[in-house]
């Protein structure tokens, strides 16, 4: 799928990766993510190789995986966000009030006691935004992340990726759309390499 | 922890199940009463007290063991189908922690279910009950479980690879039912079948939980069957981390982790 490709990223600032469907966009953000080995090659994530120390490399980046379906509809949005939290090891006094901020961001606090079955797809996306967010990694890392959010939501996702870019982390964000507005350094991914622009 | 109040958060709504399997526990219990009515005239030392308690623990012992590893299979391609699988794995803690988590509830609720059929053994002949019995039968099902965890945990890494670990949790238990002195004494079998039956962990916890409930052995009569049985329950695990270590670089290097 890829071919030479040699690609570096800075702390502290935006990346938004282009590309048509079926390019390798999801395929390159599960190999920083460890969900996906390259054939050859390595994938670092602050001198950590992901072949070699992936829970060192799990354990500095948060991943938005590119479908809704990620959690257990017969649980809550409460629920589901805890257990995701408290698998990553984070203790709950920094996890609890990051996730109860970001659902008020949201506007999703009065929803969190549904079952998840009965969310809308836009829900289920900003539950998956609050889930990635309050991690609180240096390197966040979302798949197609404004698939189905409104405006008002979308404008929250830029502001995040916004003050997560201040506070020194790097953002990737992919979007198969050619005229998505996330503020960054915009790339596209074509024939396997990885090239400047739109 | 996490995983433990998961898995009580779903149970909530799953409660009919469980009211659902303590009938099929009754309901089980009294078609082998009447079965054993027919079947009492046996002079082998374990039937001495009839065919009734005798199968209630061969019952037992193999429900924990069947049910464990479809419950593991059948949660974990659940996990995989709703794209939950992927996520878990991002934890940053060791794969088979992660396995270990999800497989947990499924001893816990297997031994609950199976240790049903030795309440009611308890009840339908009391002068057995003793403190040993409970002890003695809550370190087998305790070492049964993690045996069981061991198992589950490599059938369900093949079934999320290969996709064949239903049927393969299905040969296992009609296994166990043949083999496993469960319905009937391994010495009717043919010689070489019951060389086999011997090594079977499921034929020496059955024997034990027997030998404790039936022939009211002490624990030091049983521990070196104790110690056996640890011995199968540790290889199991180490087994299960290798085979996870080995089936899950697969699944990276060849995208499969979720089936969405």
Known sequence: ?198 | MAYAVKEVQSFHHLKSTFVLNLLSIGFGSITYYYLGCLLNSSNQPHLSKGYFPYVLIGISASTLLANTLSGMVSALSHEQDLGTFEIILLSPLPDCIAFFGLGLWQVFYSSMISLGYIVVCAVSDPTGLSFTCIFGTLIIFFLGGIFALGLGGMISGLNLYFKTGISIAWILSSLFILLGDIYFPIHILPLWLQKIAHFLPLTLMVATLRDLWLASHSLSHISSFLWLLSLYSISSLILFVFLLHWILAKMRQKGTLSSG
């Open chain 1, 1 to 198: 799928m890829f071919c030479n490709l040699s690609w570096s990223l800075s702390p502290a600032k935006a990346y938004i990766l282009h590309g048509r469907n079926a390019t390798g966009k999801t395929s390159l953000l599960k190999m920083a993510a460890t969900l996906l080995l390259p054939d050859s090659g390595e994938v670092s994530v602050t001198s950590l190789s992901s072949r070699q120390d992936p829970i060192g490399v799990r354990q500095k980046m948060t991943y938005l995986a590119p479908h809704e379906g990620t959690f257990y509809g017969n649980l809550n949005g409460w629920q589901n966000l805890t257990f995701f939290g408290r698998i990553q090891n984070i203790p709950a006094k920094y996890l609890i009030p990051a996730m109860m901020k970001l659902a008020d961001l949201f506007s999703l606090s009065e929803h969190l006691k549904l079952p998840v079955e009965k969310y809308s797809s836009g829900m289920k996306q900003k539950l998956s935004l609050i889930r990635t967010f309050a991690l609180n990694r240096p390197l966040i890392l979302l798949d197609e992340p404004d698939r189905f959010l409104d405006d008002a939501s979308v404008q929250i996702l830029k502001n995040l990726c916004i003050e997560q870019v201040q506070k020194g982390h790097t953002v990737l964000l992919t979007t198969a759309l050619a005229n998505a507005t996330f503020e960054g350094s915009h790339f596209t991914l074509l024939n396997g390499t990885v090239a400047q622009g739109v």
